[in-house]
Each structure stands twice: as C-alpha cells, then as structure tokens.
C-alpha cells in the first residue's frame, strides 16, 4: 500500500506543509469565529490523523483566538492555514494543493451559519471567461499565487 503523500501551503508560497499517511476527520464550521479567521462563510479543516506533518517552507504567524485555541496564517498573504486547539492541529481544507482529496464530512457549528448560505448553490452562475467584455483585460493578468504543487525556489528567479 502507498503512503498517501498530501501538500499545500499559502496563497503567496512562503508557508508550505506536507502531510504522509492518512489525515483525519474533514469538517466544515460556521461559527462566527471561523468566518472570522477565514473571511469566508464557513471553514473547511482537516485533522492530521494518523498523518505524520511538517512544515515544508517557513512557518505560519500565530493569532491566539481563545484561552484554548489558536490560528496559524501566513505573516506575508494572510491566508488562514491551520487550527491548534488541545486535541491537536487541523489544517486549511481549501490551503491543500488538491482540497477536493479532503473532503468534509461533517458540519460543526450551524447555529452560526449565515442566512445566505444555503442559497449560494442556487445562485445564477457565471464563468470567469463568459464575460466577453473582460477577456482582454483577462489576458493581460499575471498570476503571482503560488502554483498548486512543491517548488523547489519561489518566487521565479525574474520576479524576486
Ligand atoms: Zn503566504
Ligand atoms: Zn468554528
């Protein structure tokens, strides 16, 4: 049997993570603290499990959300990598390089979820390229996020 090998990090690629085995419990949380550390309407987190895990590329900043609990994001992009409470470390579902291998499998803290939730899957639904009037602008983007996948040097050697 092959060790399950999963990877992930930050927006920017200053913090990157890498776990070997199986990871945990997958879950989504509504409280109003999660939308907080997440900016979003829920936070997707995976338990390390019987995962063994490191960090692969500097370390996240650390913001003490509570006497029990803390939340490591990255100092330079902000983005929300990792829960600390005392039944161990869970990661960002949505930091991995493949969240669709880490699905949630339960809903924590509903009480708090937004009115609005439950519409979005109803939503009317557009495609970035389906706006024909923003495709030359599109073009002419540059992508600075860190690909979904180990580097072994980032940013490229032309834009340091
Ligand atoms: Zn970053
Ligand atoms: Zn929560």
Redesign the pocket.
């Known amino acids: 049997m092959s060790t399950q090998i999963h990877s992930g990090g930050c927006q920017c690629g200053a913090v990157r993570f890498r776990l070997s085995g199986r990871p945990g419990v997958s879950s989504v ?1 509504y ?1 109003r ?2 939308q907080k550390a997440s900016a979003g309407h829920a ?1 997707a987190l995976v338990s390390l499990g019987e995962a063994s895990f490191e960090w692969t590329r500097g370390e996240p900043s650390w913001f003490q959300s509570s006497n029990a609990a803390r939340r490591g994001f990255c100092q330079e992009c902000g983005t929300p990598l990792a829960y600390d409470a005392p039944d161990g470390l869970a990661l960002s579902v949505l930091a991995f390089d493949d969240p669709d291998a880490v699905p949630p499998t339960i809903a ?2 509903v009480e708090g979820k937004r009115v609005w939730c439950d519409a979005i899957p109803a939503l009317p639904e557009r495609g970035t390229m389906e706006d024909a009037g923003a495709v030359a602008f599109l073009k002419t983007l540059v992508n600075y996020q860190h690909p979904d996948h180990d580097t072994d040097a980032w940013p490229p050697e032309d834009r340091a």
Do not use: H, R, T, V
Request: charged share 0%; aromatic share 14%; proline share 0%.
């Open positions: 949380c409280c603290m999660c936070l924590y803290g």
